[in-house]
């Protein structure tokens, strides 16, 4: 059931429950790549130009640029022209607190999955 707060919200604004399903599912759609999570992960520790995160991610400035604006579109990061350059930064208002959250329950709830799942490889390997 989606929050009542969120729902009444967005009614006033015209959206139905199935288009608020559908801004979830591209909100998490969003967290799912591997190359925004690490351009996300990137960004935690400050803001960055494209040339920045392409020699630290050792990946292509196009799929940096094609990752960079869905997250900029979702809000998950912003951008200012500094001189020729353009750096991102994480927003801090939302997104850096969320993805800390993120962290907290992995490490709780999540993580020994994926070690479960490395010695059940190690064992059948």
């Known amino acids: ?3 009542k707060n969120i729902l009444n919200t967005c009614h006033t604004a015209g ?9 979830y599912k591209i909100f998490f759609s969003t967290l799912v790549s591997y190359p925004r999570l690490r351009i996300i992960n990137l960004l935690r520790k ?4 494209v040339y ?10 196009t799929a940096i ?3 960079l604006a869905r997250l900029r579109a979702c809000g998950f990061v912003s ?21 800390d959250i993120i962290d907290k329950h992995m490490a709780q709830y999540c993580i020994h999955i994926l070690h479960n799942l490395n010695d059940g490889a190690e064992k059948n390997g």
Do not use: W
């Open 65 to 67: 640029s094609h990752n």
């Open 15 to 23: 959206f139905s429950e199935s288009d608020i399903y559908g801004a």
């Open 79 to 99: 951008s200012e022209v500094e001189g020729k350059f353009r750096y991102y930064q994480l927003n801090d208002k939302t997104i850096k607190p969320l993805i």
């Open 52 to 61: 920045e995160i392409c020699a630290e991610l050792k990946i292509d400035q």
């Open 1 to 3: 059931m989606i929050n």
């Open 46 to 49: 400050g803001r960055k130009n």
